[in-house]
């Protein structure tokens, strides 16, 4: 039974790549920030088949301890923070986390379980100010954001380790991936639940930033059969994962609405406190490479996708509001 430890577990993608793990007969660990507020909401269900193990992404010795303990034949390193508009309000705390973090987890594995294979979470975020359309592992890095340059240290630290220590490191550049489990201070999460909110009347606007940026977005649970397959390979290397496509936050919008019988325009008010200090514009993926050699292909469409993630937040308000009443 192969053994894999995850940072990050009880985030959007640790949570699904611990149910594709456990589906495969992997017997999984997860980190956990002993001080940490997150709930263990989006792993509830997969509890008692996963053992959860305390460590912080700024300690290292609780590092080396996980990973001596655990002895892991896998490393998914998916914790950071991981919210572009935080970054800016709290920059260092992203470089430690998000950056320096990675930095950890790799001695961590270097010194105590140096045969595991690694992955790190790099992001499409890193290309920023695009310098080529599309983006693809070739195209120049120019990040826009404090998350972004963070986020590219840890990639290009994972590629020294790789280079300079022989470990089978591997980043996936993954773009933005969505799903119901996504928190809703994110751009798409925000819109489904207040849109669910405001069809129940309980909300009567959505305010926005720009409605013109352009994303490559994909289904969450699609995303972390990519972060497998990378380490199921011969050799260790980066892939961009990415639908090939790219849509406007008004597209989002207007679909989420057009769900539930809204018109965005009557309830979408732009906001200029929602607007980035540095906007990147336009994402969108070249994933040729993780098609050939993963034979990885995403399984859930644009449209699919905004359409899982209304429906389910119209059933979680719902939820919500029968609760409210009972109690």
Known sequence: MPKALI???????????????????????????RSSTNS???????????????????????????????????VYNLAAQSFVQTSWNQPVLTAEFTAVGVTKVLEAVRRCAPKA??????????FGKVQAVPQ???TPFYPRSPYGVAKLYGHWITINYRESFGLFACSGILFNHESPRR??????????????????????????????ARRDWGFAGDYVDAMW????????????VATGETHSVREFVDLACS????DYREVVKTDPRYYRPAEVDLLIGRPEKARARLL????????????????????????????????
């Open 7 to 33: 940072t990050g577990i009880t985030g959007q993608d640790g949570s699904y790549l611990a149910e594709l793990l456990l589906s495969k007969g992997y017997e999984v660990c997860g980190i956990t920030r």
């Open 40 to 74: 263990l909401d989006r792993i509830a269900h997969i509890a008692d088949r996963v053992e959860l193990i305390s460590a912080d992404l700024l300690d290292q010795s609780s590092l080396m301890d996980a990973v001596n303990n655990a002895q892991p034949d896998e």
């Open 117 to 126: 294979r690694f992955y790190q979470a790099s992001s499409s975020e890193m």
């Open 136 to 138: 693809d592992e070739d």
């Open 183 to 212: 928190g809703v201070e994110f751009v798409t999460r925000k819109i489904t639940y207040t849109i669910a909110r405001i069809r129940h009347g309980l909300e009567s606007e959505l305010r926005l930033g720009n409605l013109d």
């Open 229 to 240: 397959r990378m380490l199921q390979q011969e050799r260790p290397d980066d892939y961009v």
């Open 259 to 262: 769900r539930v019988g809204l």
């Open 296 to 327: 990885w292909q995403p399984s859930v469409d644009f449209a699919q996708l905004v359409a899982m993630m209304v429906d389910a937040d119209m059933a979680l308000v719902e939820h919500e509001q029968k609760t409210h009443r009972a109690g």
